[in-house]
């Protein structure tokens, strides 16, 4: 039996309603569209799909309808024509292609008028899993009925081969333009049927339980449903006669992360131990719906062709149980994998691999390669959604180190980059020196090797100091290059790239949700102090904050408006604006302001940092950064308060003391076991085991509280127009407009 009552609720869903109009439903649109205006706290836009010789008629109404309330609606009203006399189902499909929204409703001309209200939540605040949800449908084409018979609710929720108006299909089935490259939809049953294709229990939608049934599965426009139609319903079926393990996980699982859009994956790995230390990431793979083809080509022994863990079993095949005519040893998988997970390695089975995808079906697979010693560290990765698998190598991350006089530092900080786990990622490293730099400094940056990705040296001939080496030290090359800036004083922890990745991929190139432009970083350093309070430095402690306000989960992220120099990834919208920022400041004679832009805060008394001008562009803009909070200050970066540009030297134990209150403890590599799994990181202690959503992040503003988003934003638009003069909105990412230049 399918059971979706303890599947947690898509909260705060958005749904697209579309809505197809025929000659006779024209008569009644204004009555359509009021019902559905019943719901706009969820149903964000209306799509009324009209032939052309209805549009004249069809913009009356929405003219009356709108008139009719008096006041603005939440609700977008739009009108497309239809290419035909009637509108087809994949005219109505394709709305999905295009919709901004978590669900689309897809209905029949009569919009809602006809589901019964009692029955409109089901469809209207849909539990959260990754599959259409309807009312009506046909059956599965394996099950014990014959394909094409109409399938009406039962007690339990069933499975259907495709699903036919009224039904909610989630967004995130056409979020990754790679996996429908060729399609067209042309009918419900092709919907289904490409639905069923990317899910491993082979099923086009759920038919949701209800208490009333409808009066028929089958509407007079859909022909092809009228000809597949036996005449036999299946009220005498067993409830419980469709069993699917998967389909049962996806569901149980609903709540860490099942939202992911189904793709199959391919795991090659060399032998048995590389499969069991990332068998976390595999095992969450299964959990969340996708399928999985794991091929270990060095392995030979087929007395045992799987391994179980603690949450799953993985089946895999062997050089020895698989051939081909291309590769020794290699399995035929006739369907292209979305994702394929392979190792660095260099030998033959791999190299062939490589070469044999770039002419086959696979070609527009994303190719992760994963040194085997980092696979044992990979259990962040498997709260990646589908979008962020498929995103892998998109982002590119440059590290960014501004050096002086301090070879002691600048070595320290060489060793822990060396150190750290990139998981295959090729990253350039600059190192920015100022015209000051002693002899040991050249020489020991004469004599890094990185082994990486490129190394460039910059050496300034005049001084420029450290507001000039930082803003100078990195610039993006696109709107996929990110910056890791940091000071030679700075140590990283062997996870910082982890962090990285994992929270770029979420919030950059995951549900379109979870992104925002206000975002324009990820410190890699924990907050223990607040320093812009007018009085000094202030003890901080996020998690005890959000413990005893009972704001949010004591181990969540969270979002600050303060910038982090002790180790942080800038994003290139934002570096870009603060570019122009930070020159027009120094620069226009015009802004030679009289006032602080941003009110009691110590950052304005900081004329020669850089800080002060970010913090200014932030205060205006409402950005905030991404902040880690895991246990006891258990960092990502840590800063050792060497004496510089603005730390001053002091008597040792003043200076201990001092820097006690910000050297934090950095979150080393697990211990390895003899077990054989993937151990621990703890990465990963996080609410619900993964990145929270955008919306679930608490905001702090500069001097530490907790406040909204909205209320940020509206300070930086109020103070604006009392220091620049104008009152009109700044263009994005555009510092003279925000400037007022």
Same mark, same amino acid.
């Given at each position: 039996?399918?059971?979706?009552?303890?599947?947690?609720?898509?909260?705060n869903?958005?749904?697209?309603a579309?809505?197809?109009?025929?000659?006779?439903?024209?008569?009644?649109l204004?009555?359509t569209?009021?019902?559905l205006?019943?719901?706009?706290?969820?149903?964000?836009?209306v799509?009324i799909?009209?032939?052309?010789?209805?549009?004249?008629?069809?913009?009356?109404?929405i003219?009356?309808?709108?008139?009719?309330?008096?006041?603005?609606?939440?609700?977008?009203?739009?009108l497309l024509?239809?290419?035909?006399?009637?509108?087809?189902?994949?005219?109505?499909?394709?709305?999905?292609?295009?919709?901004?929204?978590?669900?689309?409703?897809?209905?029949?001309?009569?919009?809602?008028?006809r589901?019964?209200?009692?029955?409109?939540?089901?469809?209207?605040?849909?539990?959260?899993?990754?599959?259409?949800?309807?009312?009506?449908?046909?059956?599965?084409?394996?099950?014990?009925?014959?394909?094409?018979?109409?399938?009406?609710?039962?007690?339990?929720?069933?499975?259907?081969?495709?699903?036919?108006?009224?039904?909610?299909?989630?967004?995130?089935?056409?979020?990754?333009?790679?996996?429908?490259?060729?399609?067209?939809?042309?009918?419900?049953?092709?919907?289904?049927?490409?639905?069923?294709?990317?899910?491993?229990?082979?099923?086009?939608?759920?038919i949701?339980?209800?208490?009333?049934?409808?009066?028929?599965?089958?509407?007079?426009?859909? %022909?092809?449903?009228?000809n597949?139609?036996?005449?036999?319903?299946?009220?005498?079926?067993?409830?419980?006669?469709?069993h699917?393990?998967?389909f049962?996980?996806?569901?149980?699982?609903a709540?860490?992360?099942?939202?992911?859009?189904?793709?199959?994956?391919?795991?090659f790995?060399?032998?048995?131990?590389d499969?069991?230390?990332?068998?976390?990431?595999?095992?969450?793979?299964?959990?969340?719906?996708?399928?999985?083809?794991?091929?270990?080509?060095?392995?030979?022994?087929?007395?045992?062709?799987?391994?179980?863990?603690?949450?799953?079993?993985?089946?895999?095949?062997?050089?020895? %149980?698989?051939?081909?005519?291309?590769?020794?040893?290699?399995?035929?998988?006739?369907d292209?994998?979305?994702?394929?997970?392979?190792?660095?390695?260099?030998?033959?089975?791999?190299?062939?691999?490589?070469?044999?995808?770039?002419?086959?079906?696979?070609?527009?697979?994303?190719?992760?390669?994963?040194?085997?010693?980092? $696979?044992?560290?990979?259990?962040?990765?498997?709260?990646?959604?589908?979008?962020?698998?498929?995103?892998?190598?998109?982002?590119?991350?440059?590290?960014?180190?501004?050096?002086?006089?301090?070879?002691n530092? $600048?070595?320290?900080?060489?060793?822990?980059?060396?150190?750290?786990?990139?998981?295959?990622?090729?990253?350039?490293?600059?190192?920015?020196?100022?015209?000051?730099?002693?002899?040991?400094?050249?020489?020991?940056?004469?004599?890094?090797?990185?082994?990486?990705?490129?190394?460039?040296?910059?050496?300034?001939?005049?001084?420029?100091?450290?507001?000039?080496?930082?803003?100078? %030290?990195?610039?993006?090359?696109?709107?996929?290059?990110?910056?890791v800036?940091?000071?030679d004083?700075?140590?990283?922890?062997?996870?910082?790239?982890?962090w990285?990745?994992?929270?770029?991929?979420?919030?950059?190139?995951?549900n379109?949700?979870d992104?925002?432009?206000?975002?324009?970083?990820?410190?890699?350093?924990?907050?223990?102090?607040?320093?812009?309070?007018?009085?000094?430095?202030r003890?901080f402690?996020?998690?005890?904050?959000?413990?005893?306000?009972?704001?949010?989960?004591?181990?969540?992220?969270? $979002?600050?408006?303060?910038?982090?120099?002790?180790?942080?990834?800038?994003?290139?919208?934002?570096?870009?604006?603060f570019?122009?920022?930070?020159?027009?400041?120094?620069?226009?004679?015009?802004?030679?302001?009289?006032?602080?832009?941003?009110?009691?805060?110590?950052?304005?008394?900081?004329?020669?940092?850089?800080?002060?001008?970010f913090?200014?562009?932030?205060?205006?803009?409402?950005?905030?950064?991404?902040?880690?909070?895991?246990?006891?200050?258990?960092?990502?970066?840590?800063?050792?308060?060497?004496?510089?540009?603005?730390?001053?030297?002091l008597?040792?134990?003043?200076?201990?003391?001092?820097?006690?209150?910000?050297?934090?403890?950095?979150?080393?590599?697990?211990?390895?076991?003899?077990?054989?799994y993937?151990?621990?990181?703890?990465?990963?202690?996080?609410?619900?085991?993964?990145?929270?959503?955008w919306?679930?992040?608490?905001?702090?503003?500069?001097?530490?509280?907790?406040?909204?988003?909205?209320?940020?934003?509206?300070?930086?638009?109020?103070?604006?127009?009392?220091?620049?003069?104008?009152?009109?909105?700044?263009?994005?990412?555009?510092?003279?407009? $925000?400037?007022?230049?």
């Amino acid at each position: 039996m399918l059971e979706l009552g303890s599947v947690k609720t898509a909260s705060n869903s958005s749904i697209t309603a579309a809505v197809p109009i025929t000659e006779k439903s024209a008569r009644t649109l204004e009555l359509t569209i009021a019902d559905l205006l019943e719901y706009q706290s969820v149903i964000r836009e209306v799509v009324i799909l009209c032939p052309e010789l209805l549009l004249s008629t069809a913009r009356s109404s929405i003219h009356h309808i709108v008139a009719s309330y008096g006041r603005p609606l939440s609700t977008l009203l739009t009108l497309l024509p239809c290419a035909h006399a009637t509108c087809s189902p994949d005219e109505l499909i394709e709305t999905a292609f295009y919709a901004s929204t978590d669900w689309t409703l897809f209905l029949d001309d009569s919009g809602l008028r006809r589901v019964h209200k009692a029955v409109r939540p089901l469809l209207l605040n849909p539990p959260a899993v990754t599959f259409p949800l309807g009312l009506d449908g046909f059956a599965l084409p394996n099950s014990e009925a014959r394909r094409g018979v109409c399938l009406t609710p039962f007690a339990s929720h069933r499975p259907a081969g495709f699903l036919v108006p009224p039904f909610v299909l989630p967004s995130c089935t056409f979020s990754d333009a790679h996996s429908f490259p060729d399609l067209t939809p042309d009918s419900w049953s092709a919907l289904g049927r490409w639905v069923s294709e990317k899910r491993p229990d082979t099923i086009g939608g759920v038919i949701i339980s209800r208490d009333s049934v409808a009066d028929d599965c089958f509407k007079s426009n859909y %022909s092809e449903a009228q000809n597949a139609r036996t005449g036999r319903r299946l009220s005498t079926l067993p409830i419980d006669d469709y069993h699917s393990p998967i389909f049962g996980a996806e569901l149980s699982f609903a709540n860490a992360g099942a939202q992911n859009v189904q793709g199959r994956f391919g795991i090659f790995f060399p032998t048995l131990d590389d499969l069991a230390a990332f068998s976390q990431v595999a095992c969450r793979l299964v959990i969340g719906g996708h399928r999985l083809n794991v091929f270990l080509y060095t392995e030979t022994d087929q007395d045992q062709s799987f391994i179980s863990t603690d949450t799953c079993t993985l089946r895999y095949l062997s050089s020895s %149980s698989a051939t081909s005519a291309s590769l020794p040893g290699f399995p035929i998988y006739p369907d292209p994998f979305d994702v394929l997970i392979t190792v660095t390695a260099e030998d033959i089975f791999t190299v062939s691999l490589l070469l044999a995808i770039k002419d086959s079906a696979h070609a527009a697979c994303t190719v992760i390669r994963l040194p085997g010693e980092d $696979l044992i560290y990979s259990d962040w990765m498997g709260t990646l959604s589908f979008q962020e698998w498929k995103s892998w190598n998109v982002p590119r991350i440059d590290i960014s180190i501004i050096t002086n006089n301090r070879p002691n530092s $600048l070595s320290r900080l060489a060793r822990s980059l060396e150190n750290a786990r990139y998981f295959g990622d090729t990253l350039d490293l600059r190192l920015n020196m100022e015209d000051s730099a002693d002899l040991a400094t050249k020489q020991l940056v004469g004599s890094l090797k990185w082994r990486h990705g490129a190394t460039f040296v910059h050496h300034r001939i005049t001084h420029g100091g450290l507001l000039t080496a930082v803003v100078e %030290s990195w610039y993006p090359r696109s709107n996929d290059s990110y910056g890791v800036v940091l000071e030679d004083d700075v140590e990283v922890s062997p996870l910082f790239y982890a962090w990285v990745k994992l929270a770029l991929l979420h919030y950059r190139y995951g549900n379109k949700k979870d992104k925002s432009p206000l975002l324009f970083g990820i410190s890699l350093y924990q907050q223990k102090n607040l320093e812009l309070h007018i009085e000094g430095r202030r003890s901080f402690n996020a998690r005890w904050l959000f413990d005893t306000t009972d704001m949010a989960p004591p181990n969540t992220p969270y $979002l600050s408006q303060i910038p982090c120099s002790w180790g942080a990834v800038y994003f290139p919208e934002h570096w870009r604006e603060f570019h122009t920022y930070v020159a027009c400041r120094l620069t226009d004679p015009s802004l030679s302001l009289k006032e602080n832009i941003v009110p009691n805060v110590r950052s304005s008394r900081w004329q020669h940092s850089w800080k002060k001008y970010f913090i200014e562009m932030i205060f205006l803009r409402g950005y905030t950064m991404l902040y880690p909070n895991y246990a006891n200050f258990s960092s990502l970066s840590t800063n050792h308060l060497e004496p510089g540009a603005h730390v001053k030297r002091l008597p040792r134990d003043v200076f201990e003391k001092k820097r006690a209150q910000f050297d934090l403890p950095l979150m080393p590599l697990p211990d390895i076991d003899a077990s054989g799994y993937a151990l621990e990181t703890g990465l990963l202690d996080l609410p619900e085991s993964g990145m929270p959503g955008w919306d679930a992040l608490p905001v702090l503003d500069l001097h530490g509280s907790i406040v909204s988003e909205e209320l940020i934003v509206d300070r930086g638009q109020t103070r604006r127009p009392e220091v620049f003069g104008c009152t009109d909105l700044p263009t994005q990412y555009d510092a003279l407009s $925000l400037l007022c230049l």
